[in-house]
């Protein structure tokens, strides 16, 4: 089982249109919690971190549920602009304190 | 600030031929880190470093050194490239820990 994973894609959504991501890890050790995005043949930006209380920030937002160990992020009214990958990433935590990566979710926004 | 710069963009290396890839960053991050990125696979860290004379090791070290002399600059060698080291490799920065970390912009390797 991979540490982190998340659904390929791709979403192919009409612009406007809400759409979630989800991704579950499977250290329950980990610590940190990040959604970045990559645009295609760019390096990974950081999106935004994620808290345990869940967060917004303008039209995303992202949560957190340890629970059941996932990570969500919700992107509400679409732009063109937002057509991307979007990487789920966890920090181990613990000695080894590294940052483990998801393969990423490809989101394609259509006009 | 450029922020974290990378040399070259692109390159092509034949079977056993070494090479060093740069990574230079002028924000004063002392954590510095290598990733490869595969096709279908996620960001793999090769190697990191939490300060400048302090290595370690990641995930996938095998037939790549760092040094880290400088806290600006972290070099990633080659010693004798294989094509399965075929790749696209990320250097980043943070400023403490490996939590939010800032990219180079990639090099683009093909070994031959």
């Known amino acids: 089982r991979k540490e982190v994973e998340q659904d390929p894609g791709p979403f192919n959504v009409p612009e406007g249109a809400t759409v979630a991501f989800n991704c579950t890890y499977s250290?329950?050790?980990?610590?940190?919690f990040f959604w970045y995005r990559q645009d295609c043949r760019k390096e990974p930006k950081l999106l935004m971190s994620v808290y345990s209380s869940g967060n917004e920030d303008g039209r995303f937002t992202a949560q957190l549920n340890r629970a059941s160990q996932y990570i969500s992020l919700l992107i509400r009214d679409s732009k063109l602009s937002d057509s991307a990958t979007y990487l789920c990433?966890?920090?181990?935590?613990?000695?080894?304190?590294?940052?483990?990566f998801g393969t990423g979710t490809l989101l394609a926004v259509q006009p | 600030n450029a922020g974290v710069t990378q040399t070259p963009k692109f390159q092509v290396l034949k079977t056993g031929q070494s090479m060093t890839l740069q990574c230079a960053q002028d924000m004063n991050h002392e954590y510095m880190s290598w990733y490869r990125q595969d096709p279908g696979m996620g960001l793999r860290l090769i190697h990191y470093?939490?300060?400048?004379?302090?290595?370690d090791q990641g995930e996938v070290p095998n037939g790549y050194n760092v040094s880290r002399s400088t806290t600006e600059d972290f070099p990633l060698r080659l010693l004798s490239a294989a094509p399965s080291q075929t790749s696209v490799y990320f250097c980043a920065s943070s400023p403490g820990g490996p939590g939010t970390q800032y990219f180079g912009p990639g090099t683009r390797l093909l070994v031959l």
């Open positions: 470093s939490v300060g400048a004379g302090i290595t």
């Open positions: 990433v966890v920090n181990s935590g613990g000695a080894t304190n590294k940052l483990i």
């Open positions: 250290n329950s050790a980990s610590q940190s």
